[in-house]
Every structure is written in C-alpha cells, then in structure tokens.
C-alpha cells in the first residue's frame, strides 16, 4: 500500500509542478506577445527557458520556508501529502 501511495503522490508533485508553470508561464507570455515586445516563438522559448532555469539559478528560499515553518512534523504523512497536491491541483 505505502508503494502505491509515494507512486501517486510523486505523480501529483510532477502534474501540481507541470500546471503551475503551464499558468505562470501562460501570464509571462502573454505580457509579451500582447504588448508587441516579442513574437510567439521566441517568447516561448524565453519563458520556457526561465521556468526550466529559475529554481536552479535563483535557489528555492520559498519552498525552503515552506518545508521548514508550515507543517507539523508529525502530521505529514503519505495521505496528508497527496491531500495538499490534490487540492493544490485542483485550485
């Protein structure tokens, strides 16, 4: 059961991390195709780019905090995991 359970939430980190950088990147591209500042494809690559590199160029201090202040550590278990990327999915 534990198996199937780190399966799933793994597949609900990968889809919450897919989704909120297909929204970011959706605003970022639209500011500047819209504004006339770039063409499509070129503002694609540019956000793409930027999504890719970020947490790995400007560090992740937000989900450092997150980790560290917000959850009650013996409350985070499989299930509770899950719960909190379902709903971050489904927001």
Same mark, same amino acid.
């Given at each position: 059961?534990?198996?199937?359970?780190?399966?799933?939430?793994?597949?609900?980190?990968?889809?919450?991390?897919f989704l909120? $950088?297909?929204?970011? &990147?959706?605003?970022? #591209?639209?500011?500047? %195709? !819209?504004?006339?500042?770039?063409n499509v494809? *070129?503002?694609?690559w540019l956000?793409?780019? $930027?999504?890719?590199? &970020?947490?790995?160029? #400007?560090?992740?201090? %937000? !989900?450092?905090?997150?980790?560290?202040?917000? *959850?009650?550590?013996?409350?985070?278990?499989?299930?509770?995991?899950?719960?909190?990327?379902?709903?971050?999915?489904?927001?």
């Amino acid at each position: 059961m534990s198996g199937w359970a780190f399966v799933c939430v793994v597949a609900a980190a990968l889809c919450d991390g897919f989704l909120n $950088g297909m929204h970011d &990147g959706g605003n970022i #591209l639209s500011t500047m %195709v !819209v504004s006339g500042a770039m063409n499509v494809r *070129p503002a694609l690559w540019l956000v793409a780019l $930027g999504e890719f590199s &970020g947490p790995f160029l #400007l560090g992740s201090a %937000v !989900v450092t905090t997150s980790g560290r202040d917000t *959850p009650v550590p013996g409350a985070l278990t499989l299930a509770t995991v899950l719960a909190m990327l379902l709903g971050a999915i489904a927001m």
